[in-house]
């Protein structure tokens, strides 16, 4: 079965930077979108930025114009670069791979990697 594994996080001072790294396997990369999600404490999950099979990507307002998602097809990986960081962006970051055909979904998450921002 498939899986997605986050690898990368850790502790930075505010206006770091550090670049997730999540390596799926057991599925068809190419034919998924891949995404990033967070849920910081006490807060909802959100998502953070998405990237589809085409290369076309969408952020949240939260982390646009900071944060850039890309993806190598050739490692099976999807990256996070996130600059700039503010406390606010602690959190747990997820990777979803997600695929629809033909009414069937399939559906990945990783065990999610902990960024924490602070002086």
């Known amino acids: 079965q498939g899986k997605v594994v986050e690898s990368g996080g850790g502790l930075v001072q505010p206006g770091g930077s550090l670049r997730l790294s999540c390596q799926a396997s057991g599925l068809t990369f190419g034919n998924y979108a891949l995404s990033w999600y967070r849920q910081g404490p006490g807060k909802e999950r959100e998502l953070v930025a998405r990237?589809?099979?085409?290369?076309?990507?969408h952020y949240g307002d939260s982390v646009k114009g900071r944060f850039t998602i890309s993806r190598d097809d050739a490692l099976n990986t999807v990256y996070l670069q996130m600059n700039n960081l503010k406390p606010e962006d602690t959190a747990v970051y997820f990777c979803?791979?997600?695929?629809?055909?033909?009414?069937?979904?399939?559906?990945?998450w990783g065990q999610g990697t902990q960024v924490t921002v602070s002086p």
């Open positions: 990237i589809r099979t085409v290369g076309s990507t």
């Open positions: 979803n791979a997600e695929h629809y055909s033909l009414g069937d979904r399939y559906n990945y």
